[in-house]
């Protein structure tokens, strides 16, 4: 019991830690749209949607090897989700893993 009471203060810093991260995160993909670095991602969705088949079930922005880079889940009518990496300043699909499923 002693254990669990000299863990609770530790325990409640954890999540005050966890938001102020995705709040850095946030901050930093916002200023890289302002600053003209990444595209909008609703400009990136839009086309995704027109392209391939499914419902986007995640998205993430993250900095790979200098470059801003959009990661895209989708869940096509198959069930298998397949995922796609786009350049997040130009648009362009940088690589695609998984059954992906174009629209005819």
């Known amino acids: 019991m002693r254990r669990a009471l000299l863990l609770l ?11 102020a991260d995705g709040r850095r995160d946030h901050e930093r993909a916002r200023a890289a749209l302002a600053a003209g670095e990444i595209r909008p991602l609703a400009a990136l969705l839009a086309e995704v949607e027109r392209r391939y088949l499914g419902t986007v079930i995640e998205t ?6 200098g470059r801003w880079v959009y990661e895209v889940k989708v869940l096509p009518p198959s069930g298998r989700v397949f995922e796609l990496k786009f350049d997040a300043a130009t648009g362009a699909l940088l690589r695609s893993r998984g059954p992906v ?3 005819p």
């Not at 203060?9 to 938001?19: G, H, I, N, S």
């Not at 993430?60 to 090897?65: F, S, T």
């Open 101 to 103: 499923q174009e629209r």
């Open 9 to 19: 203060p530790f325990l409640a810093a954890l999540p005050a830690t966890a938001r």
């Open 60 to 65: 993430e922005l993250e900095r790979d090897d």
